[in-house]
């Protein structure tokens, strides 16, 4: 039953008068300015406590096929997803094998259209409902510049999925492609991240290269980057280790992880140098430790 008791002025009610009320800037750079539900999700994928993130990226097979590794989804993924921070994946993927009930953010692969068999990059993006309806926490879109015959189209998509991200709160992972012609070097790389920045993404995954505090410093939103290619487990650790101090908010790492010999050990030993500040040697030790 309604309180009348509660609405009327008396001198016991408390309006914390003199108290400023706080104002906090967002934790991660350029994205102050965004929406609440922006920020809020892009808080479920970053750890607010370290400003950090370990995206586990499974979503290879959108354009590979069965990736070593990853023949068997379920049993590749599942083991990992309570290391993971956020997982990225196809909506093929997140359906047949992702549980629900795992509650972890999902960065959901939104761009597609070709495979490693013809050209890449001639790609399309995915329905927004269908990012509304999973519960996306993120979308990741291809953008593939320097590329003569998509450059426009792949940008094209970034710039429809940041109208929909700033529509529905949802925020847009641009992806930097790097072709097999293209010099993997801060110019580039650089370029590529400013470039995606600029056309909305409210943050970039990138390849990590030399020089690389010029590519965070010159791309106003945070990155992440990719693992690439499987390396020897220590290092993975430096590349993971380098990209941090040089600035990157954390990685999107698959095949580092899921080739790894002992996957569960190596996730956890990549979240030690992304939250826990390990060096390589320490989180090697860690990896070692935790695979026996
Ligand atoms: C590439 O197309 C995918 O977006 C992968 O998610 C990305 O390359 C990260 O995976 P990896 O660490 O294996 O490079």
Redesign the pocket.
């Known amino acids: 039953m309604a309180d009348l008791e509660g609405t009327k002025e008396n001198a016991d009610k408390d309006y914390g008068i003199g108290i400023p009320v706080e104002t906090k800037l967002f934790f991660l750079k350029g994205l102050n300015n965004c929406d609440w539900g922006i920020k809020n999700r892009m808080s479920r994928i970053y750890n607010p406590n370290t400003g950090r993130t370990v995206m586990l990226?499974f979503?290879?097979g959108y354009?590979m096929g069965p990736t070593s590794g990853l023949e068997r989804l379920d049993l590749a993924i599942n083991p990992l997803i309570e290391y993971a921070d956020s997982l990225?994946c196809t909506r093929g993927a997140l359906r047949s094998i992702v549980p629900p009930t795992a509650n972890k953010p999902i960065c959901l692969?939104y761009s597609a259209g070709s495979s490693v068999l013809t050209y890449l990059n001639n790609e399309c993006t995915i329905d927004i409902e269908d990012a509304i309806r999973i519960n996306a926490s993120a979308m990741?879109v291809?953008v593939a510049i320097g590329d003569s015959l998509y450059e426009a189209k792949t940008i094209e998509n970034l710039v429809r999925t940041a109208d929909y991200g700033y529509k529905y709160g949802i925020p847009t992972l641009g992806?930097t492609a790097v072709g097999k012609d293209m010099v993997r070097d801060a110019r580039y790389i650089g370029t590529a991240t400013r470039i995606c920045a600029e056309n909305g993404a409210t943050f970039v995954k990138t390849y990590y290269c030399e020089n690389f505090e010029r590519v965070v410093n010159g791309c106003p939103v945070p990155i992440v980057i990719?693992?690439?290619k499987k390396l020897p487990e220590i290092e993975a650790l430096e590349l993971c280790y380098n990209a941090i101090n040089d600035g990157a908010t954390g990685v999107?790492?698959?095949?580092?992880v899921f080739q790894a010999e002992h996957p569960v050990a190596m996730i956890q030993a990549v979240r030690g140098v992304v939250h826990d500040n390990l060096t390589p040697k320490q989180a090697l030790e860690l990896y070692v430790d935790l695979k026996s």
């Not at 999107?252 to 580092?256: F, I, P, S, V, Y």
């Open positions: 990226a979503d290879h354009i990225m692969r990741a291809m992806v990719a693992g690439g999107d790492m698959g095949r580092n």
